[in-house]
């Protein structure tokens, strides 16, 4: 593929057009009614990034009750009362939204879903999206869920505006970037497994795999540059009156555990970094501030 891809578009006559439609609205509407009964205390600070891994398949499951319980909004009519959203492991999608009638198995589209913990190290989601373009239906839909506990290092998980974007788009954008936007010297070509349909076994063989790929960074969904825009606004998403991106900037502060006089040293930094607005300080320079006097009283 030598040309920029484009997203596909669901002719307006389709089946299930306005079925996509609406779900796509239901998930961009999930914050507001993720359920969870979840709650975490008791977690060290310097042990906060370990939360994607404990809890992360957990949220997605959350997710996909709550879009199950969201079915007023998705199916105001109950033409799909039949339907619904169903996770499924070690195969593409993560999620089908399929019948479960017997013996009548419809698949009407997929979801890859990701949740993406914002305190997490990497700040950025670390998933890999290797799939070919050909497992994708034009109404499959990546979706990425940022998420983080209430009270920063206790309560229960809270989600944030989700990212959506089609998969087979996502599919084409990354080989596109891999061959074309990438400045790399190594071979940029692409084997394509063939005879690939919607909805595979799990054990087709579904991987797009690059002749060269020395870093293991074939597949990297964020550095793709898609979620640039959206990452940017999601760091700045308050968490108990702070940013998340100030938060990341907080914790790495207390990583491998450094010595007192290069922790105050860093915080320093970042007090340096952050802005005062109005002539005040910010939630977190104040806890700077404080952490600041306990050290050098230490």
Not at 73 to 82: A, G, L, M, Q, T
Not at 128 to 153: K, Y
Not at 185 to 194: E, G
């Amino acid at each position: 593929m030598s040309s920029e891809p484009t997203r596909p578009i669901l002719p307006h006559d389709a089946e299930h057009t306005e079925l996509y439609q609406r779900v796509r609205e239901a998930i961009h509407a999930l914050p507001g009614y993720f359920k969870t009964s979840t709650y975490i205390e008791g977690i060290s600070a310097t042990d906060i990034f370990t939360l994607n891994t404990a809890l992360g398949a957990t949220i997605e499951s959350q997710v996909v009750n709550t879009l199950n319980l969201m079915r007023p909004v998705w199916d105001p009519n109950e033409k799909y009362i039949s339907y619904s959203f169903v996770r499924q492991s070690q195969t593409f999608p993560d999620v089908l939204l399929k019948s479960a009638v017997p013996n009548r198995m419809d698949i009407i589209l997929g979801i890859e879903l990701k949740g993406w913990y914002l305190l997490a190290k990497e700040a950025a989601p670390s998933f890999r999206f290797q799939v070919t373009p050909s497992a994708c239906t034009n109404q499959d839909m990546i979706v990425v869920v940022p998420w983080a506990l209430s009270n920063v290092i206790s309560g229960s998980p809270v989600v944030f505006a989700p990212y959506v974007e089609s998969a087979r788009y996502a599919a084409e954008y990354r080989n596109y970037h891999w061959q074309h936007l990438r400045q790399t010297a190594s071979n940029v070509s692409i084997t394509q497994p063939v005879n690939i349909s919607p909805y595979p076994k799990k054990s087709d063989q579904i991987a797009d795999k690059p002749t060269s790929d020395d870093g293991g960074n074939f597949g990297r969904f964020a550095r793709t540059g898609l979620m640039d825009e959206y990452l940017s606004q999601t760091k700045g998403i308050s968490i108990s009156g702070i940013s998340a991106q100030n938060w990341l900037d907080f914790f790495k502060i207390f990583q491998d555990q450094k010595p007192p006089d290069q922790i105050y040293i860093e915080i320093l930094r970042l007090r340096n970094k952050l802005v005062k607005v109005g002539g005040e300080l910010s939630p977190i320079e104040i806890i700077l501030e404080q952490l600041e006097k306990l050290i050098l009283d230490c």
